[in-house]
């Protein structure tokens, strides 16, 4: 009899604990990603903070190679353009909200 009562008190025991490790999971977060660019937990898709000023749109710029930003204008879609030098040559570059750059 005492046997039987000290196997039911370990398989509740057992049973209580596993219960009570089951309830405290916690999410994993995602560390920010260069550029301004977070992943939400679950969704796997990244949402970018947009290019507010013509400050941090020449940092951006720069930040990805072209020196000598110049003409920045913003359109009403929020696009970046302007004028920059990169290998020595002065291109037309357009830089969205996200701060993704094309060439012209």
């Known amino acids: 009899m005492r046997t039987t009562f000290v196997t039911l008190a370990l398989i509740a ?3 209580i604990g596993s219960a009570a490790y089951a309830q ?4 994993p977060t995602t560390p920010s990603a260069p550029g301004g ?3 939400m937990p679950g969704t ?6 947009p290019i507010a000023g013509e400050t941090a ?3 951006a710029l720069e930040a990805k ?11 009403s879609s929020g696009n970046w353009s302007g004028k ?5 040559a002065e291109i037309a ?12």
């Open 44 to 49: 796997g898709s990244p949402t970018a903070k």
């Open 57 to 59: 749109a020449k940092a």
């Open 84 to 88: 920059a030098m990169k290998n020595n």
């Open 93 to 104: 570059v357009v830089m969205d909200p996200t701060g993704n750059i094309r060439e012209q």
């Open 24 to 27: 405290t999971t916690t999410q």
């Open 65 to 75: 190679g072209y020196t000598g930003v110049k003409q920045l204008k913003r359109d």
């Open 37 to 39: 660019t977070t992943t």
């Open 13 to 15: 025991a057992a049973g």
